[in-house]
């Protein structure tokens, strides 16, 4: 059984750093490709940031707005993807979720990701 869990969200100040991490259990990680995505209230899921599968070195993708704040890696030793999140924003506030699946390359929408973990909330406060 597939599972992913996230943790590391919280309450941090604008200007501030979080580090997600997010854990895969029941799957060869190494094969699959992982989104980041996050959901405010009120609004639609939203594509974050994506890394590619694979042993060496992998390909990343990031939605504009947060280019040059946040990094995607993976450590697949420990079925583990991470997102660095620098120079947060009170806009950043959000549920955020990591997806996995093996077909997709860098997908940006939800529906190209089979599973997802349960979500972590940050919150950015002014």
């Known amino acids: 059984q597939v599972q992913l869990v996230e943790s590391g969200g919280g309450l941090v100040q604008a200007g501030g750093s979080l580090r997600l991490s997010c854990v895969a259990s029941?799957?060869?990680?190494?094969?699959?490709?992982v989104g980041w995505f996050r959901q405010a209230p009120g609004k639609e899921r939203e594509f974050i940031a994506a890394i590619s599968w694979g042993g060496g070195i992998s390909i990343t993708s990031y939605t504009d707005s947060v280019k040059g704040r946040f990094t995607i890696s993976r450590d697949n030793a420990k079925n583990t993807v991470y997102l660095q999140m620098n120079s947060l924003k009170p806009e950043d506030t959000a549920v955020y979720f990591c997806?996995?699946?093996?077909?997709?390359?860098?997908?940006?929408?939800?529906?190209?990701?089979?599973?997802w973990g349960p979500g972590t909330q940050v919150t950015v406060s002014s």
């Open positions: 997806a996995a699946d093996r077909s997709t390359m860098l997908g940006e929408k939800a529906y190209e990701y089979e599973h």
């Open positions: 029941g799957l060869t990680f190494s094969r699959y490709a």
